[in-house]
């Protein structure tokens, strides 16, 4: 039996016979497809970069010199502003970035940035494959350089906008060294909202130049550009934190930083800076590009050139520090206050000799919308109030010859005004009888300073005002009236502040200055520094005596008591000249003061104009103007106020009453400033007299014996005090003579010669309406102003007299028509006509 023959080939084996030879040649070419499938897309990517232009921003570096650079008088820097952009920015050579930030931005951003092209594949694969095993974007594959590309040229998120923007990132790699790109990525990517660029966020949430870093603080700052808004640390710190300590843990894990140095940096809270120290001067350097405010010269309509876009670099005359500390100050306040209804506050320092700012804060916050803190308080127009007051009584001692001894009524007063009368009152709602002006101003007594404009006259007091920089006054003096004296007008702090220091130079006034140098770029990109003209001695506004005397009364702490008692917000443990002011409804505060070197003034209020909770000048704008006058002291340590010149001033003693000359019947005396020409024409004391008085009752001793007779010293008013002095129960002589002894020899008891009555209440030229509603009688009370020794007077009522006593009031019931009215006594001149009107 044979052995089996073997069996053929089968099928397959066949197939494979076939097929066999050509296997390699499929392989190859299987293998040259897939790498064809491979590479075309970053061929095309490479093409598509190739015909990609460069951005001209990378094109043409050199067009960072239009941006401007805001430094403070220091050289400082503050921010730097492109032109055209508002956000906060700051270029920052790489070199000066440090290298802390450069390695947490490294490990949060971009580990393998040294050896990719602008795309990583490998992040690419990486972030497809966690998308594809837990169905969500787990990690992006975005580079430093795509980032740039795409803080440079935004596109659409999707296919489309993403391969551009891979195709930019490989041209900018073609065009830049690694280094380049990284400092372009710092300086162009937003690091916060409105933030762009490391340096401007670095200052802005920490104080600090990048450089000066700590680890933790880097790995913050390089957490931002994943979400600038998500991780902004002002909404709640804990988002970020969570960040910065993944960032670290990378930094860690690529060995960019050691276990020691991460885990100091893992315990370190996020501490920001104060709000508002920032890049500092926000409102200031919006004023200085638009050209509100320019190169040496107080804001006004139109303002000055914008520099937005023109200046390479502006040295501002603010001191950063103190700008820095002021700004704390301000929000301190608001918040203090809010619960009086008070939103926002302003300040401004100004440097005397030169008028320059030394600080600036428009608002407390301009990144409180609810506050509308965009808003420039500075710049906006406010009213005074009480804070006009000085250059009112200085006007008066230039032109009708008062003096700091000057007495004035303090008692109701009525004055015509646009519509009807106008009765100024005072804040503690009492008269104070005849007071010096002294003591008026100090005190900030209302009635004396109305009556005082009414004496000038609204014509002049606004003239002056003009003169010294409140160009906002610009209205008919008919529309202000002899309120202006209270600040029924709006004005500019900055105005306001310059005018004070204009007292403090003396009466010598200078424009104010926020440039100190400025450089300009010109069409061929080159730029040169120049600095801004100083001012020269300034212009002559007040007198130079005068100014100095109303220097020594704002300066006057004693002089102010009576209003604002001892150990108020003016008080300060240095001298300072400094008045308050609230305007009309409690929707305005002022405080604003100098000493020999620094002027400050605040505002506090609402910018929607609504009334805040009662609070006057002292106590809502006091407290802030005191902190930011000792700060400012220590930037411009103190000094005190020269002497007065004694070829200009005399110091005088006078009578404490009537602040003139004393007599030996003058209880009370004191020393006061009087300018050489005015000490020396100072008349002796008539509010005071020696009468001798029958003990028995009270009244003019006439004839009466020696035995039953003493002397006393009685008070003597004019017309306008009488009727108060009375009232108010002060020693005034009587007029009767004791029946006991006798007529008065002489004739005494009579009005005096020269004795003058008028009428004091209405007004010339008053009109009043009757109310159609009202069943009752409607009256109004007249009243008349008599000397002493005036028993009986007489008003004339359209040509009927009817006969009055002390008080000499009379209530008079309403009649429609035209009246005329005066007042009429034995033995007085009667005083002029009067002409008022019933509707």
């Given amino acids: 039996m044979g052995a089996p023959s073997p069996k053929g080939p089968g099928r397959a084996g066949r197939w494979l016979a076939r097929v066999h030879p050509r296997l390699p040649l499929l392989l190859r070419r299987a293998a040259w497809l897939a790498l064809a499938l491979a590479v075309a897309p970053w061929l095309l990517l490479a093409v598509a970069a190739a015909l990609t232009p460069l951005p001209p921003e990378l094109a043409a570096p050199e067009e960072r010199a239009v941006s401007t650079v805001l430094l403070d008088r220091h050289g400082t820097v503050l921010r730097e502003l492109r032109a055209g952009d508002g956000a906060r920015a700051r270029w920052l050579p790489l070199d000066e970035a440090g290298d802390r930030i450069q390695r947490a931005l490294l490990a949060a951003e971009d580990r393998r940035f040294a050896r990719h092209p602008g795309v990583d594949p490998i992040a690419i694969a990486r972030a497809l494959g966690q998308l594809a095993a837990e169905r969500r974007v787990v990690s992006g594959a975005s580079t430093i350089t795509q980032q740039l590309a795409r803080a440079l040229v935004p596109r659409p998120r999707a296919v489309r906008g993403k391969l551009g923007e891979m195709a930019l990132a490989l041209r900018i790699e073609a065009s830049l060294s690694k280094r380049e790109i990284l400092e372009q990525y710092l300086n162009r990517v937003a690091f916060g909202p409105g933030l762009r660029g490391v340096e401007a966020a670095s200052r802005f949430y ?301 009466g010598l006034h200078l424009p104010v200055r926020a440039v100190r140098e400025l450089s300009l770029s010109s069409p061929a990109g080159g730029s040169g520094a120049a600095p801004v003209e100083p001012p020269g001695r300034g212009a002559r506004v007040l007198d130079a005596a005068r100014a100095r005397v109303i220097v020594d009364v704002l300066a006057d702490d004693k002089a102010r008591i009576a209003s604002f008692g001892e150990g108020s917000a003016l008080d300060l443990p240095f001298p300072v000249a400094a008045k308050t002011g609230t305007s009309k409804g409690f929707r305005d505060n002022i405080a604003v003061g100098f000493t020999p070197d620094v002027t400050v003034a605040v505002w506090v209020g609402n910018f929607d104009g609504s009334s805040m909770g009662g609070i006057s000048g002292i106590t809502g704008a006091g407290p802030l103007f005191r902190d930011a006058m000792l700060a400012a002291a220590r930037v411009r340590p103190p000094r005190p106020f020269e002497p007065p010149d004694p070829e200009l001033i005399a110091e005088v003693e006078i009578c404490g009453l009537s602040g003139m000359r004393p007599t030996s019947a003058c209880p009370h005396r004191r020393r006061e400033l009087l300018p050489r020409g005015d000490a020396a024409a100072l008349a002796p004391c008539d509010m005071h007299e020696v009468v001798r008085i029958d003990r028995r009752n009270g009244l003019r001793a006439g004839a009466c014996p020696d035995a039953v007779v003493e002397e006393r010293v009685f008070e003597r008013h004019d017309a306008e005090l009488t009727a108060w002095a009375r009232a108010a129960g002060r020693p005034v002589a009587p007029d009767d003579a004791s029946p006991l002894c006798g007529p008065l020899p002489g004739g005494a008891g009579v009005p005096p010669a020269g004795a003058r009555v008028r009428v004091a209440y209405p007004h010339d030229g008053a009109r009043f309406v009757l109310d159609p509603s009202v069943n009752s009688v409607q009256a109004i009370r007249l009243r008349a102003d008599v000397p002493p020794g005036v028993r009986r007077a007489r008003f004339v009522l359209d040509g009927r007299p009817i006969e009055v006593g002390p008080p000499f009031v009379l209530d008079w019931p309403l009649v429609a028509g035209a009246h005329r009215l005066r007042v009429e006594a034995d033995g007085a001149s009667a005083g002029e006509e009067i002409a008022f009107s019933v509707e």
Wanted: hydrophobic residues 45%; charged residues 20%.
């Fill in 206 to 506: 920490f104080d600090k130049p990048t450089a000066d870093l700590s680890l933790a603080e880097a790995a913050a700052l390089a957490s931002m550009p994943r979400g600038p808004a998500l991780y902004d640390p002002r909404r709640g710190a804990g988002p970020l934190e969570r960040r910065r300590n993944r960032v670290l843990d990378r930094m860690l894990a690529a060995g960019l930083a050691g276990e020691a140095e991460v885990a100091r940096a893992r315990a370190e809270p996020i501490a920001l800076a104060p709000k508002g120290s920032g890049l500092g001067a926000p409102h200031l350097v919006r004023a200085v590009l638009g050209g509100a405010l320019g190169p040496g010269a107080v804001p006004h309509e139109g303002g000055a050139a914008p520099l937005r876009g023109r200046a390479s670099s502006i040295t501002l005359t603010i001191d950063r520090g103190l700008q820095r500390e002021i700004e704390v100050l301000a929000q301190q306040t608001v918040r203090g206050l809010s619960d009086r209804d008070v939103g926002a506050a302003a300040v401004v320092v100004l440097e005397n000799a030169t008028g320059e700012i030394l600080a600036y804060v428009g608002s407390h916050d301009i990144e409180d919308a609810a506050g509308l803190g965009h808003n420039d308080g500075v710049l906006a127009l406010r009213q005074p109030g009480s804070a006009l007051k000085p250059f009112v009584y200085e006007l008066a001692m230039e032109q009708l010859g008062f003096t700091a001894a000057t007495v004035l009524p303090d008692v109701a007063l009525s004055f015509p005004a646009e519509g009807g009368s106008y009765a100024p009152r005072n804040y503690d709602g009492r008269f104070h009888g005849p007071v010096r002006l002294r003591d008026a101003l100090a005190s900030s007594y209302n009635v004396p300073a109305v009556w005082t404009a009414a004496a000038l006259g609204p014509e002049r007091v606004l003239a002056r005002l003009r003169e010294l920089g409140l160009g906002s006054l610009d209205r008919e003096p008919s529309r202000y009236g002899v309120a202006i004296a209270l600040g029924d007008g709006e004005v500019r702090l900055l105005d306001l502040a310059n005018a004070y220091a204009t007292l403090a130079r003396g």
